[in-house]
């Protein structure tokens, strides 16, 4: 099945939008992160967020962020409404290699 060029387009503009609200959040929230230019993942650092937790190493920050931070401000379960957390390590390598 072939779609028209205008679904692609409008589907583009959907996903640009979506970045664009995340990114917002994650800069009002404190966090480091660069716009991704052709994925529809960020990677954000959480480091410089005005908290104690984040002096946390990653698991125990990201098990934080989808338990306790998004289940409170959404209250919706978890698998629906939660970001995705990644230990970063797991997507990028260690300074050493």
């Known amino acids: 099945m072939e779609l028209p060029d205008s679904y692609y387009d409008q589907l583009a503009r959907e996903y640009a939008q979506r970045r664009d609200v995340m990114m917002g959040v994650l ?3 404190g ?3 660069t716009p991704p230019e052709g994925a529809y993942y960020v990677l954000a650092d959480y480091t410089h967020i005005d908290a104690p ?3 946390w190493d990653c698991e125990r920050f990201a098990r934080w962020l989808t ?3 998004v289940w409170r401000q959404w ?3 978890i698998s ?3 970001p995705a957390t990644v230990k ?3 997507v990028s390598p260690s300074p050493s290699g």
């Open 27 to 29: 800069e009002e929230a």
């Open 31 to 33: 966090f480091i992160a």
């Open 53 to 55: 937790q984040a002096a």
């Open 67 to 69: 338990t306790d931070v």
């Open 75 to 77: 209250a919706a379960p």
């Open 80 to 82: 629906t409404r939660s």
């Open 88 to 90: 970063g390590s797991c």
